[in-house]
């Protein structure tokens, strides 16, 4: 079972709009959580870190939040523009720097 | 800065043939991972360079699947033979020095498609 679960696998939403994506995770204790945004054919870009006593952090529309009691981290994502359409990937790093991928979830801004 | 290069960006080739793919790190970065990235799925590691030294391999398929990174900057990821399953992204990054806080930065992958 992957320690990483996200959901939903994918959605749809329309220019403007606010969405927010979910991971669950298993991986105890952690050091860090990233959330990365991967384009279509292009690699993994970070956009947001979080260590484990952090609740929040933001970058421009986008913004994480992590709950360490309920192993649950979110991304939202603020007023969508097209250029929003990507796999957005939680990623988890144990305290023996192995690193835990989710699966991702496929996010399309439709105008 | 020059991101990480890959290449090449996509091939095709026959189950049991041999392919090998290239990375060229960000300068400087000394830490360099490969990732095996399954359509629908988040990446895989399958190796980690420190300089010219394997970090991890754990994850390696090693009867078919071998990575060097000879004078510690670029690398080559060899697959023989392949198999279908091995269609996938093969995904380099690399990081300044492999730490815990540090930023990967992901080269845009060689799709592979074996028929």
């Known amino acids: 079972k992957n320690q990483v679960e996200q959901s939903p696998q994918s959605l749809i939403i329309l220019e403007g709009k606010n969405c927010t994506l979910q991971c669950n995770y298993t991986v105890s204790p952690f050091s860090n959580l990233r959330w990365y945004k991967q384009d279509t054919g292009r690699g993994p870009v970070s956009l947001t870190i979080m260590t484990f006593s952090e609740n929040t952090k933001s970058n421009g529309r986008y913004t994480a939040t992590l709950d360490a009691d309920t192993k649950q981290s979110s991304l939202h994502i603020t007023a969508s523009q097209l250029s929003d359409s990507a796999s957005y990937i939680c990623?988890?790093?144990?305290?023996?720097?192995?690193?835990?991928f989710g699966a991702g979830t496929t996010v399309t801004v439709r105008a | 800065e020059a991101g990480v290069a890959q290449s090449p960006r996509y091939k095709i080739i026959e189950k049991r043939q041999s392919v090998a793919f290239w990375c060229n790190p960000i300068s400087g970065h000394a830490t360099l991972y490969w990732y095996q990235q399954i359509l629908g799925q988040g990446p895989k590691l399958l190796i980690q360079f420190q300089n010219n030294g394997v970090v991890d391999d754990s994850q390696l398929p090693k009867d078919r699947f071998s990575a060097e990174r000879l004078k510690g900057v670029d690398s080559t990821l060899k697959i023989q033979p392949a198999k279908l399953e091995d269609s996938a992204v093969y995904l380099c990054a690399s990081s300044w020095r492999g730490r815990n806080q540090e930023t990967q930065y992901f080269g845009p992958g060689t799709r592979l498609l074996v028929l």
């Open positions: 990623v988890l790093r144990s305290n023996d720097y192995k690193l835990s």
